[in-house]
């Protein structure tokens, strides 16, 4: 049967299951298995330990991650390599074709989104959180805050964020020092960046902690919104 056996591998390549010229076809076969495209999102911040990459992704098994990594690994999607700092401890790391599917990932994000089956009150990872921003955020709006340095404490894990030619660069490192830092967790700061409310009512009600100027905080959360679903 042509499905089966669809995650084995020859020669580092993927099997030719779709059968179709198309790069459509071949990135479905390099990403298209469950799990793969999430545990991509999951590196474009920078690498990450195995248990990292799990406990970010509650809902898959420790033996598909390593099914999975091990294929991302095969095409040369993602390498695997030690922390000098800490023998023994092993990372996972986009190689730079790896980080050429940003685009791409941002892309399908920001037009799945429109949807009526997308459900924002799922849960979200603390990366997935801060890649939202980045793909979400209104560049028009976003144009006069340029150079604006932003901290984030998203479910207690530190970012840094700066608006560059009206888009967000992101990292991970500790937010002290930024001119508006937000603390809370994904949950949390869902509504505050995509719901109705401003932050004079999410801050009281407890959604969100700002350090720094409310108004230029308030600024940056104008600058988000969700996509009303089209369908003519």
């Not at 095409?75 to 990372?91: A, E, K």
């Not at 599917?101 to 399908?108: P, Q, R, V």
């Not at 924002?120 to 028009?140: E, I």
């Amino acid at each position: 049967m042509e499905l089966e056996k669809i995650t084995e591998y020859e020669l580092g390549k993927p099997r030719r299951w779709y059968r179709d010229a198309c790069g459509t076809a071949l990135a479905m076969e390099i990403v298209g298995e469950r799990w793969s495209l999430l545990i991509i999102r999951e590196l474009l911040l920078g690498p990450r330990r195995f248990s990292e990459i799990r406990g970010a992704l509650p809902g898959i098994s420790a033996n598909v991650l390593t099914q999975r990594l091990e294929g991302l690994e095969k095409v040369g999607m993602l390498r695997r390599r030690g922390l000098p700092s800490h023998p023994g401890v092993q990372v996972y790391g986009l190689t730079r074709w790896g980080y050429e599917s940003e685009d791409a990932i941002f892309a399908l994000s920001r037009w799945v989104a429109g949807s009526p089956l997308h459900d924002v009150t799922l849960p979200l990872s603390n990366t997935a959180m801060m890649l939202s921003l980045r793909t979400m955020m209104d560049r028009t709006a976003a144009a006069p805050l340029e150079g604006w340095d932003l901290g984030f404490r998203v479910g207690g894990e530190p970012f840094r964020a700066t608006v560059v030619d009206a888009a967000l660069e992101i990292r991970r490192a500790e937010p002290e020092g930024a001119e508006v830092i937000f603390e809370g967790d994904t949950a949390g700061l869902k509504p505050v960046f995509y719901g109705p409310e401003p932050l004079s009512a999410t801050i009281p009600a407890g959604l969100v902690r700002v350090t720094g100027d409310v108004d230029r905080a308030q600024r940056f959360v104008d600058c988000f919104r969700l996509p009303a679903f089209e369908n003519d």
